[in-house]
């Protein structure tokens, strides 16, 4: 697999730190550890929303001039929905445990932060499987999806993710 280069790279945010920033914030709220399913469905659903809010909003009055990519990852298409197999993984081994405040991952950007603080608000209310039912509604996830394959392994384009998030709302 090639790996990344800086010109490569469109993504705001680095994905091992947003998700740590994700069981941080859940765990500030809840006391108790977000669950596998739940991380995963809030990287997704905020990758999606905040690639489709960025790219509706161009040639308007109120365009937001950032990357729609929220980060750059890989999402396949999973029996419970969109998954970034790497953070899977990484969460698996313990691997993500870092403290991440909203400074360190937000810094100054202010719509950023209440976009995203506010999507996970929301996220966190939903019931796991309620998460994994609304992801299996998007066609970027049914077109990649194959029920009878031994391993799920298909990725999603996030262009594909971007544009349906687009046009959803």
């Known amino acids: 697999m090639k790996k990344m280069g800086k010109e490569d790279r469109k993504g705001i945010l680095n994905t091992k730190d947003f998700a740590c920033y994700i069981k941080t ?12 399913i739940k991380l995963q469905k809030s990287l997704y659903f905020c990758f999606a929303h905040w690639g489709g809010f960025v790219n509706k909003s161009k040639n308007t009055e ?3 001039n950032q990357s729609p990519y929220l980060f750059d990852e890989t999402f396949k298409a999973w029996s419970y929905g969109p998954v970034v197999p790497n953070i899977y993984h990484e969460e698996q081994e ?4 870092k403290k991440v ?32 039912n609304l992801s299996h509604a998007d066609k970027c996830w049914q077109n990649n999806f194959d029920p009878n394959a031994k391993k799920h392994e298909k990725k999603i384009d996030c262009k594909d993710i971007i544009y349906e998030y687009s046009y959803k709302y």
Do not use: A, M, Q, W
Request: net charge negative; proline share 2%.
């Open 101 to 132: 405040t909203e400074d360190e991952i937000f810094g100054n950007n202010h719509i950023l932060k209440e976009t995203i603080n506010s999507l996970l608000d929301d996220l966190f209310e939903i019931s796991d499987f309620k998460l994994v």
């Open 94 to 97: 313990g691997n993500l445990t």
């Open 25 to 36: 914030r859940y765990k500030e709220k809840y006391i108790n550890d977000i669950s596998p």
């Open 62 to 64: 109120e365009e937001i």
